[in-house]
Structure formats: C-alpha cells, structure tokens
C-alpha cells in the first residue's frame, strides 16, 4: 500500500466501505448496525453513515426533521410568551396594589406621590404593550399547533411551561405563608386580605392553566384552543377593566402635568418661606422689601416672580397661581398647611414660625 493509499484510508473511509460492501451483500441493516457498535463504533456515527450511503445510491439527501429545524423559532416564541407573560402579570398585581392602597386606606401607611404616580404610569403602560404581545404570540403558537400537533410536545415549551408553573406554585406558596403569618400576629386587616387574594388569583390562574395544558389528557390541539380563547378571554377582560380603574385614578395626561406643576410651585414657595425666614433672623427681626435677590423666585411656567407682601411684623404673604385645587389625602389626619384652591391663592405665613414641609406626596 502506498502513501497515498494510507492517507485516504481514514476511519470514515473505511467505515463507508464497509457500509457499501455489507449492503450491497444482502446482509441486513440490523446486523451491520450491531456490528460496528460491537466494534466501538457510536450510533450516530453508524447511522451518519448509513445515511451518506442511502445519498450514494438513491442520489436524494435525507430529510431534515421539521421539528429540528423550527427548534430556534419555537425557542424564542414560547421565551417571548413567557417573558411578556410575567410582565402583564407582574404590573396587574401591582396596580391592583396601588388601587387597594387607595380604596383602603391605612393612617400607618402614607404613599409618596412620585412613587405612587410611577405605580400607576409604568404598570398601565406595561400592561398596554406587554398584553398584546403576549396574546399575538400565544396565537401564532396555537394556530402553529392546530395545524402540526406534535409542535405540543417540543421539550422546549415542557421546559418552559414548567418554569412557569414552578415560579407561579412559589408565589402562591409565599402568598400563604406571608397570610398565615400575619394571621398569627394578629395583623390580618381587610387591605391585606384584598392584595392576597389578588396574588392568589392572578398566580392560582397562571399555574392551572398551563398546568392542564400538560397533562395529556387535556393537551389535544381542541382542548388547548379552548383553554387559550377562555383564558385569552378572561385575561382580557382583567386587563381591560385594570386600565380603566387606572386611567380614571390617574385622570388624563395634562391633568398629571399640571398637578406636577403646582407641586412644583409649592416647593419654589417652601424654598422662598426659608429663605424669608433666614433674612428675619439675620436682619434683626426684619422682613425683606422683596425677593429679587432669592433664588428660585418664577413660576416654572409664566416665569412670572411670584407674588409677595411683606405684613405687620413678622406677618407675610406668598401668592401663586395653581392650576388645580389641592388633592384630598385620606390618609392625613390633619390639614394641610399648603393646601390651596385653583387660581390664585395666597398663604398666610410668619417668618417667626418653621414653614411645615409641603404634603405634596398624595397621588389623586
């Protein structure tokens, strides 16, 4: 044997010769399979080259499964359904909160406006744009599955769905034992009672609609397109009916602006009452004449100064015009002191007594 012929005698070589000559003989497929593997050849490797054999003498390639090909596509449609899944759900709870926070409110509890403004904004607007997503997606893959039923038995969405189910069992699981706890220490109150049942229902349903679809009984395409147009249904309705709650909480977008911006003004007249009462104290007892050397002295949005007038002794006015009339706040037990009307309004101050620090931390 030359050199050459030693080159080109590799294993595979070798292992397609076999192959040809084996066939070719009449000895069954069978036999040359156990064969090689008694010979240490691997299954793949002896059915790769089974395969390279049916190509040499049929001259066609052998198929590739449908399922290995889609195996990336469905990958990302069931990691998108499960992902927007868990946002609209997530924000569901958590506006469902805020609008328990102010349904029932709590005098221990005192909401930050900003924080809860960006409850009610961030979870309306992950909702509006998780939601659809979530039921497109999950139609693709229904109608996907209508028409190919062994797509329900691809190990990714069995993966997937049970990650889903372990993460919506756990929080059902702390939800019980968080309301066990509170039971035991006597803290069981009706605003608490209301956001676990929230927990519980939005999880509870999470888990046992993808949990039936799992079970072989109920994973025949028919059953699943009910399940999904019942559950599509029903979160549809939640959803709706969670973002008009939300929307009449919050009122509309230049409602929101304008409440910014008389919170922005209260701020600028805190900031001036200091500055006033400083100047009192180093001044010996003395109101300013005016406050063109204080900072911060405009209106955010006439940038007009505002308006001040100096009274008997110690006594004085700061005046601005307000958008909207203060918020009612449930949850204060007493009055505000910068509370106003809309239109023009002035507070009645003394440079003699700390300025209380604005309440301008309630959501509408």
Not at 330 to 358: E, I
Request: aromatic share 10%; net charge neutral.
């Amino acid at each position: 044997m030359t050199e050459q012929h030693r080159t080109q005698d590799t294993p595979a070589s070798s292992l397609a010769q076999f192959i040809d000559k084996a066939l070719a003989s009449g000895v069954p497929h069978d036999s040359v399979v156990g064969m090689l593997s008694a010979r240490g050849w691997r299954e793949k490797e002896i059915y790769a080259a089974l395969g390279d054999h049916c190509v040499r003498t049929l001259g066609l390639e052998v198929p590739l499964s449908r399922g290995a090909a889609a195996g990336a596509r469905d990958a990302f449609l069931y990691l998108l359904i499960f992902s927007t899944l868990a946002i609209w759900t997530t924000e569901l709870g958590s506006l469902a909160f805020a609008l328990i926070n102010r349904w029932l409110p709590d005098p221990l509890y005192s909401p930050f406006q900003g924080f809860e403004l960006e409850i009610f904004s961030w979870s309306l607007a992950a909702m509006l744009i998780a939601f659809p997503i979530y039921l497109l997606t999950s139609g693709i893959v229904a109608r996907e599955a209508a028409a190919d039923p062994g797509r329900l038995e691809s190990p990714i969405r069995k993966w997937l769905t049970y990650i889903a189910l372990l993460f919506a069992a756990l929080t059902c699981v702390s939800d019980l034992i968080c309301a066990l706890a509170f039971l035991i220490r006597g803290e069981i109150t009706g605003r608490f009672v209301a956001k676990a049942l929230v927990v519980l229902v939005i999880a509870g349903g999470v888990f046992f609609h993808y949990y039936a679809g799992m079970k072989k009984s109920d994973s025949a395409p028919d059953r699943q397109n009910r399940r999904g147009r019942t559950m599509a249904i029903l979160a549809s309705l939640a959803v709706t009916a969670m973002t008009v709650l939300g929307f009449l909480q919050l009122g509309p977008p230049h409602e929101q602006r304008q409440l910014r911006t008389d919170n922005q003004r209260i701020q600028q007249l805190y900031q001036l009452s200091n500055y006033i009462e400083g100047r009192w104290k180093s001044d010996n007892s003395k109101l300013p004449s005016d406050l063109s050397q204080s900072p911060g002295n405009q209106d955010p949005v006439t940038h007009a100064a505002f308006e001040y007038i100096p009274g008997v002794a110690s006594h004085y006015q700061l005046c601005a015009n307000f958008d909207l009339p203060s918020p009612a706040n449930p949850n204060s037990q007493q009055p505000d002191r910068w509370t106003h009307p809309a239109g023009r309004f002035c507070f009645q101050l003394d440079a003699t007594q700390p300025t209380p620090f604005p309440n301008t931390n309630f959501v509408p």
